[in-house]
C-alpha cells in the first residue's frame, strides 16, 4: 500500500502543470453560459449575434463577458469579418471533451 501512495505522490508532482491546465478547463466550463458557448463552438464558428440567440441566457452584456473571459484564458480566438465578430473554438481538445461528455451523458 505504501508503495502505491508513493507511486500516486510521485504522478502527482510529475504532472501539476496538467493538474493545472485541466482545473482551468473545468472551471471555465462550470460555468453554464461559458459552458453552452464550448458546446456551441465545439460545432463551428459563430458571431456574437448567433451565439447570444442559441444560448439564450442573460442579457448580451453576460454573453459578451464570458466570450471575453474564454478569450482571455486562451480558449477562444476572434476574427473580425465586416461587421461581425467571430469566434473560433481554438483548442481542439476541448471540442473533443466536450464531444465525449456529450457521449457519457446523452
Known amino acids: 500500500m505504501a508503495c502505491k501512495m508513493e507511486e500516486i505522490k510521485q504522478r502527482f508532482a510529475d504532472n501539476e502543470e496538467i493538474g493545472r491546465q485541466v482545473i482551468t478547463v473545468?472551471?471555465?466550463?462550470?460555468?453554464?453560459t461559458r459552458f453552452r458557448i464550448l458546446c456551441m463552438l465545439a460545432e463551428g464558428d459563430f458571431c456574437v449575434n448567433e451565439i447570444a440567440d442559441t444560448?439564450?441566457?442573460?442579457?448580451?452584456?453576460?454573453?459578451?463577458?464570458?466570450?471575453?473571459?474564454?478569450?482571455?484564458?486562451?480558449?477562444?480566438?476572434?476574427?473580425?469579418?465586416?461587421?461581425r465578430?467571430?469566434?473560433?473554438?481554438c483548442d481542439p481538445r476541448i471540442g473533443a471533451l466536450i464531444k465525449y461528455l456529450e457521449k457519457q451523458f446523452a
Do not use: P
Open 26 to 32: 473545468f472551471s471555465l466550463m462550470s460555468n453554464k
Open 55 to 83: 444560448v439564450q441566457i442573460g442579457k448580451m452584456s453576460n454573453i459578451s463577458q464570458q466570450l471575453r473571459i474564454l478569450t482571455l484564458a486562451g480558449v477562444l480566438e476572434k476574427r473580425r469579418d465586416k461587421q
Open 85 to 89: 465578430v467571430i469566434y473560433h473554438l
